[in-house]
Antibody, heavy 119, light 107 residues
Framework: QITLKESGPALVKPTHTLTLTCTFS??????????VGWIRQPPGKALEWLAI???????RYSPSLQRRLTITKDTSKNQVVLTMTNMDPVDTATYYC???????????WGPGTLVTVSS | EIVLTQSPDFLSVTPKEKVTITCRAS??????LHWYQQRPGQSPNLLIK???QSFSGVPSRFSGNGSGTDFTLTINSLEAADAATYYC?????????FGQGTRLEIK
């Protein structure tokens, strides 16, 4: 079955760079149509899409955060990495990675990881 | 960017009732509209894809309808386990966007 799990620091200082890793199983990021994306959710607020990387290495970003985000994949390790630069307290959120097929519905989600930005 | 507006923001209903949540898109998205349930402290779960297709394992009490700009999620015969926040999501055009959420309370 498909599973995903996020890992990374729970606490990040302002202006620092956040690096999150999504480790998945049950599918391959070399399969036609498959994508892994990142979505975040500030405490008590709505979901916000950040980025997605597809099987063919196509990468798309949220326009409002594009200059701060980089998404990469390591198909040999079944991992996707998201980096976000210049972190600010407003970036405090639970960060989810998720599986999509041909960019349609988000059918599988990781449990999420809470990242707090504070000095 | 396509904006999704859900209504209402909050619902409080008794068990066994039926509820309908609406999602309106700022432009035509065809049927590229999906619904999720997020229970407190959990990640979202896909309920309905492509406006009306139930995802595997989702109870038949959940149904979706609509196309173009107006969509609905209906939950029949509410149960205590349905207490959650419900989100719509469009995949018609990047950037992917979500509605603001509708919180459902079971009295």
């Amino acid at each position: 079955q498909i599973t995903l799990k996020e890992s990374g620091p729970a606490l990040v200082k302002p202006t620092h760079t956040l690096t999150l890793t999504c480790t998945f199983s049950g599918f391959s990021l070399t399969t036609n149509g498959v994508g892994v994306g990142w979505i975040r959710q500030p405490p008590g607020k709505a979901l916000e899409w950040l980025a997605i990387i597809y099987w063919d290495d196509d990468r798309r970003y949220s326009p409002s955060l594009q200059r701060r985000l980089t998404i990469t994949k390591d198909t040999s390790k079944n991992q996707v990495v998201l980096t976000m630069t210049n972190m600010d307290p407003v970036d405090t959120a639970t960060y989810y990675c998720a599986h999509m097929f041909f960019g349609v519905a988000i059918d599988y989600w990781g449990p999420g990881t809470l990242v707090t930005v504070s000095s | 960017e396509i904006v999704l507006t859900q209504s209402p923001d909050f619902l409080s209903v008794t068990p066994k009732e039926k509820v309908t949540i609406t999602c309106r898109a700022s432009q035509n998205i065809g049927s590229s509209l999906h619904w999720y349930q997020q229970r407190p402290g959990q990640s979202p779960n896909l309920l309905i894809k492509y406006a009306s297709q139930s995802f595997s394992g989702v109870p038949s009490r959940f149904s979706g309808n609509g196309s173009g700009t107006d969509f609905t999620l209906t939950i029949n015969s509410l149960e205590a386990a349905d207490a959650a926040t419900y989100y719509c999501h469009q995949s018609r055009r990047l950037p992917i966007t979500f509605g603001q959420g509708t919180r459902l309370e079971i009295k």
